[in-house]
């Protein structure tokens, strides 16, 4: 018997069951209320889950402290940030409960003046590397990459005021290109998402897509 | 005399490019230029759609974003949160806020309010507005919203059960919501799937707030009327700004943006006449051997 | 806001932005806290709504069969930690990614595919027309350049090639609007680095690079 329940046949026929049960009440409405029920539940299965992923970085860490690997103070630093805010924020009130207020402030302070700025700078990133993208990967090799050039020119002198003030053209040629070419080429890629959506989905209904339970997709095996 | 050691993870080049880019963004910071912000039809459409709210009618305010998108995101919501508390207060318009992202969009919610409470303190909290905080689930949470509002949002954020709010009786599913503002930093797929006007008959428009590295992927949408309308990054918190006639965070990052898309096209020019003339070079000497 | 808020908040950013000059112990240090500060929020954010939403409905006797239900099946999840019950977590894994699917694929079918193969009339007045046009020749060569199922000849070779022109087009739209949202992030942060005090922490910043630009020039090359 136990070993029965063990088998991957079931959580595969659960996650059908499930979600044709929904599609089903989509299509025919015909029982309401067993989809908002089941909505319901997986939104507190979420909450479930969200804790689980904090799990799994905390031991890698630990490890690394009991190695004394490379940078393991480092480490620490993590663990001890952790309780800290972990601490300042339950003292301060969880659960609709009320808690200390001077707790509460220092909480406060922890996730808009150090947390929020740090979180920023590691994603302003991104801005700097466009420039060294622009800078080393720029380069027309060939006709249809210059029609990239040309038309990101045109939409950046577009989106940016500057652009208007040179030339108010362009606006209505940027706005033609966002428009008119651009949406009919996402109309056939977001086309074709939706057909890859439901694909996953029937492959993943009929065991072929098997990362959703830890394991290697059957074919990749 | 030692020899230069090479000096960590970027070459030389890619820093000097970034030091010039933060020299020149910082010089509008410290001297605005004052470039004109020329309001596009998009911030215009999305400004009557907002304003055509009347009394009693329900906006849901629902942010899908992050502490780390905080510069880009703030200034067009803060925008919209003080044109939804401005008409909340003139016209009784009941105001429902929350995120469904990860947990940081409850804090990013908190910071936004920080910065916008002058519009918030004169209304009755419960009567004119609530907030849930984070209504955890992605898609989920918003397809739970669609189907029943009063299962999905359970608790405010200061722990009231839904039943005790005055605002939220009556209010069972998204046909009951006149307009949503859906700020996303990440996937605006999810609007046009649970929430589309097209499918709940009360349901008038949605706005999507995003950043402008996704407005070609929601022109689609825009196209067909599964998303009315949108505002886009600071560009459109600046345009939006001025229709209301009070500027704020998205003005003054404008003129930045101009000088930094400026040295973008600066970069990519420099870069194919250095190509090109690499290239006539390397094909020169091939000729002569 | 007090200055030593502003100070705090300008040292953190030059934590995190101290990596595009090279790594450092600061840099470190700030990534390592970042992570610590999230985790620690994360922890917190889920006790929170679990506590509020699940815990204290259930103690005070305003939870129904089905958030016993969910909460058994929620609960079910930390089983992973114990080897011979591990595999009942994948049934909750199960109801949670079957909703999900359902819930992606019930908004995809209308506005993702048979609203998007809807077009406008080639012939109405104006511009409107030609755009449609466009649009419809856009749409049906980029679909025609992902047909991966047909071997590229002969005519579809051609839509293909139609339809790269259209995408390499698309592409350069989506790369000139991706500068303004990129460029926002630091953009904001200069805002609060080049004013006091946040200024007086990034002259300093600016000292400690050019101390190690220097002391780099005199230090014997490494093999």
């Known amino acids: 018997m136990a070993l029965v329940l063990k088998r991957r046949e079931i959580p595969i026929a659960i996650f059908a069951v499930v979600s044709l049960l929904l599609l089903a009440d989509y299509f025919t409405g015909a029982w309401p209320d067993v989809a908002k029920e089941t909505i319901g539940w997986a939104i507190i299965l979420w909450m479930f889950s969200y804790v689980l992923g904090v799990t799994s970085l905390f031991r890698y860490h630990l490890t690394r402290i009991q190695k004394r690997s490379q940078y393991w103070a480092y480490s620490v630093v993590l663990i001890v940030c952790v309780f800290v805010y972990l601490l300042s924020g339950l003292l301060g009130g969880v659960g609709g409960f009320s808690g200390i207020p001077a707790s509460k402030a220092f909480n406060d302070f922890l996730w808009l003046n150090v947390l929020a700025p740090l979180q920023t700078g590691i994603l302003s990133y991104v801005g700097f590397y466009m420039y060294t993208i622009f800078f080393r990967g720029a380069r027309t090799r060939s006709w249809d990459v210059g029609i990239m050039m040309i038309v990101t020119i045109i939409l950046m002198l577009n989106v940016a005021p500057v652009g208007m003030a040179l030339w108010e053209g362009f606006g209505p040629l940027g706005d033609w290109f966002k428009d008119v070419i651009n949406t009919g080429s996402y109309r056939g890629i977001m086309i074709g998402v939706g057909v890859g959506l439901i694909a996953v989905w029937v492959r993943a209904m009929l065991g072929y897509e098997r990362a959703f339970l830890g394991e290697l997709s059957r074919g990749a095996e | ?289 | 806001m007090e200055w030593y808020i502003a100070v705090i908040e300008a040292v953190m950013m030059l934590f995190a932005w101290s990596l595009l000059y090279r790594e450092n112990p600061f840099y470190r240090l700030g990534e390592h806290l970042c992570i610590g500060l999230y985790l620690g929020f994360t922890l917190h954010m889920g006790i929170d709504v679990l506590l509020k939403r699940v815990f204290v409905p259930l103690a005070t006797g305003k939870g129904t069969t089905g958030l016993v239900m969910a909460t058994i099946l929620g609960l079910l999840f930390y089983t992973r930690y114990v080897k011979p019950a591990a595999f009942l977590g994948r049934w909750s894994t199960g109801v949670l990614m079957g909703v999900g699917s359902g819930v992606a694929v019930m908004g995809a079918i209308k506005p993702m595919i048979v609203g998007q193969l809807e077009q406008g009339s080639w012939f109405a007045p104006g511009m409107k027309g030609f755009n449609n046009f466009v649009m419809t020749v856009a749409t049906a060569s980029t679909i025609a350049y992902f047909l991966f199922t047909y071997k590229p000849v002969g005519w579809l070779r051609h839509a293909a090639t139609v339809g790269r022109v259209f995408l390499m087009a698309c592409f350069g739209v989506t790369l000139g609007t991706f500068l303004l949202s990129n460029i926002g992030f630091p953009i904001g942060m200069l805002m609060k680095l080049v004013v006091p005090p946040g200024v007086y922490v990034s002259l300093l910043a600016v000292a400690v690079m050019a101390f190690d630009v220097v002391s780099g020039r005199k230090r014997p090359a490494t093999s």
């Not at chain 2, 605005?32 to 009557?48: H, N, R, Y």
């Not at chain 2, 303190?121 to 009567?127: A, F, T, V």
């Not at chain 2, 919501?177 to 349901?203: A, C, F, H």
Request: net charge neutral; aromatic share 12%; glycine share 10%.
């Open chain 2, 1 to 289: 005399m030692g020899e230069r050691v090479a000096l960590g993870t970027f070459p030389l080049t890619d820093r000097l490019v970034f030091l010039v880019f933060i020299i020149l963004v910082a010089i509008p910071i410290l001297s605005p230029i004052g470039l004109p912000i020329p309001v596009t039809d998009a911030t215009k459409k999305s400004f009557k759609l907002m304003d055509s709210l009347k009394s009693g009618d329900i906006l849901v305010m629902c942010f899908e974003q992050d502490m780390g998108t905080f510069y880009s995101g703030a200034p067009p919501d803060e925008a919209g949160l003080r044109h939804a508390f401005t008409l909340a207060k003139q016209r009784g318009v009941k105001v429902i806020l929350f995120g469904t992202s990860s947990a940081g969009c409850k804090v990013y919610i908190d910071a936004i309010l920080m910065d916008t409470k002058p519009y918030w303190e004169p209304l009755r909290y419960g009567e004119d507005w609530v907030n849930f905080g984070w209504l955890p689930g992605f898609e989920t949470a918003m397809a739970g919203f669609a189907r029943d509002v009063q299962g999905t949002c359970k608790v405010d954020v200061y722990g009231k059960r839904v039943e005790e709010i005055p605002m939220m009786r009556g209010i069972k599913t998204l046909s009951d919501v006149t307009g949503i503002w859906y700020s996303t930093n990440t996937n605006p797929d999810m609007l046009p799937r649970q929430w589309s006007p097209l499918e709940y008959k009360g349901l008038k428009w949605t706005i999507c707030q995003t950043l402008f590295a996704s407005v070609p992927w929601i022109m689609p949408y825009v196209d067909k009327g599964s998303i009315t309308g949108y505002v886009a990054d600071q560009r459109g918190a600046g345009e939006y700004e001025m229709l209301l006639g009070k500027l704020g965070m998205g003005a003054t990052f404008m003129d930045a943006q101009s000088l930094g898309h400026l040295y973008g096209i600066a970069l990519i020019v420099m870069a194919n006449v250095h190509y090109l003339y690499t290239r006539s070079k390397t094909s020169k000497s091939k000729e002569e051997k």
